[in-house]
């Protein structure tokens, strides 16, 4: 392999390296989300030769790739999920390195440089990149597939790869690559066509087919799709989806950037046409989907807007800084430049809310981070052990601490634990949250251990706990 080609590799891995480093000093490391305790879990299990159990209750999607790098971690055992927490900033750093590199190569290095600052700095997705969540690397991989078409039309291999390995993480990707196809059917060879359509069937194929072994439904992720929208969604319909719209920018972007990304979308049409179109193909995808769940009546959840909604950030910084892919001359460069004066002075007006909005997020994470640290803490204490070792079952009103609780015991003998908002045990042990508000256990329980943020009590005689095997 020549210098130049692995410079070419070398340089992005040490830049998603060095912006990884750089959030993580900024940020923190966070927690680690509900889906990934369970991609955790069901890696766990693949490494002993068994099928992961997805029709745990309450279980979220599955991710076929999310299982994988599971599966690759678990040997590192307690530290797996810090491993998760590195890999989504290093998919965070990936993400603004990515978005560098498609702004410049569709403009210039101006609009990349403020295309990956606006990511960075969105707080819906420094949030997500501080939980684990699988949305970020899917981003990180979608964005570099568009840089690599916008930097070389035609480049179908390593879109296709990108765009596949995403597809492994949320079928999105699957139209995006559909739309691929069709966008460079013209283009490639009859040889070539059909090796493109093998490869952007893959993802599909390998997440349908993994759904039918282990479940026995082909559809069981949409099932569980559907279900969990249901859940924590927002009803769709006709008018909800147009107004849940504006909520969703606001929620991505905020609406000075969202605003800002269709002034430069527009002036990307204009100006940059022949370039802009694969990144307007994504946007138009994007917001198609989310209008189209919507106005089917589905469930609207925020996160179906990510992809739409990184497109429009790509178009903002299109509208504040790309003017200067225009020549001097351009009788269009003053007016631009004026309008993208006003544009800043927008962003400078808005920067507080911004900061707060950021700061807000910063918070929940770190305080979910602590939270699962104290629980941690409480299950390795002799007390907790003892308890679950001679009183069962085990309770939770925090249904989000069944995962934690379920890895960090992965390796003892299994006990049954229910966790829901509702349960009202009357045997048994309740694992309670301080700030639950739900009413104190039914008269019967002892308390038995305790820690900063959580407390076990039990039906089981303190003495008699203590006496279990």
């Not at 589905?298 to 497109?311: H, K």
């Not at 790309?322 to 001097?328: D, N």
């Not at 002075?345 to 929940?364: H, N, Q």
Request: charged share 15%; aromatic share 10%; net charge positive.
């Amino acid at each position: 392999m020549t210098r130049a080609r692995v410079l070419r590799f070398a340089l992005p891995a040490a830049a998603c390296a060095a912006v990884a480093a750089l959030i993580w000093g900024l940020y923190g490391s966070g927690n680690v989300g509900y889906d990934t305790y369970y991609a955790l879990l069901w890696g766990d299990e693949l490494s002993e030769g068994a099928l992961p159990s997805y029709e745990a209750p309450r279980s979220p999607i599955p991710h076929p790739l999310a299982n994988l790098v599971s599966l690759v971690v678990t040997p590192l055992g307690n530290v797996s999920d810090d491993a998760w927490i590195a890999i989504t900033l290093l998919s965070f750093g990936a993400l603004a390195v990515a978005a560098f590199y498609l702004g410049r190569a569709l403009v210039g290095w101006p609009v990349g440089v403020v295309f990956a600052i606006v990511l960075l700095t969105r707080p819906l997705l420094v949030e997500q990149a501080l939980s684990t969540s699988i949305d970020i690397p899917f981003l990180a991989l979608v964005v570099a597939a568009a840089a690599v078409e916008v930097r070389r039309r035609g480049s179908w291999l390593p879109v296709l790869i990108l765009l596949g390995a995403a597809g492994l993480l949320r079928p999105e990707a699957w139209g995006v690559s559909a739309f691929y196809i069709l966008w460079t059917w013209r283009i490639v060879t009859p040889r070539e066509r059909k090796w493109m359509v093998g490869i952007a069937a893959t993802a599909p194929v390998v997440w349908i087919g993994s759904d039918l072994i282990i479940t026995g439904s082909p559809k069981w992720s949409f099932d569980q799709g559907r279900i969990t929208a249901e859940r924590t969604g927002t009803p769709g319909g006709l008018t909800q989806t147009i107004s849940w719209t504006g909520r969703a920018m606001k929620g991505v972007l905020h609406l000075s950037i969202a605003f800002g990304g269709i002034v430069g979308a527009l002036l990307a049409i204009r100006f940059f046409r022949q370039k802009a179109l694969a990144p307007l193909g994504i946007l138009a995808l994007g917001a198609a989907s989310f209008l189209a769940i919507g106005f089917a009546g589905l469930p609207l959840i925020t996160r179906y807007f990510f992809l739409g909604g990184v497109m429009l950030a790509l178009f903002f910084a299109v509208a504040l800084v790309g003017w200067t892919g225009l020549e001097r001359g351009n009788r269009w460069r003053p007016w631009w430049i004026a309008g993208a004066a006003a544009l800043a002075l927008v962003l400078v007006a808005t920067g507080k809310y911004e900061k707060e909005s950021v700061d807000g997020r910063l918070r929940e994470a770190s305080r979910r981070g602590v939270v699962q640290d104290d629980l941690e803490r409480l299950m390795n204490r002799a007390e907790f052990k003892t308890a679950i070792a001679g009183c069962k079952p085990l309770y939770s009103r925090v249904y989000r601490s069944r995962p934690q609780m379920l890895w960090l015991r992965r390796d003892q003998p299994a006990i049954e634990i229910v966790a829901n908002q509702r349960v009202a045990p009357t045997d048994g042990l309740l694992l309670r949250y301080v700030y639950e508000r739900a009413p104190a256990p039914a008269t019967g329980f002892h308390n038995l251990a305790a820690s900063t943020f959580w407390s076990l009590s039990g039906t089981c005689a303190p003495g008699a706990v203590a006496a279990a095997p």
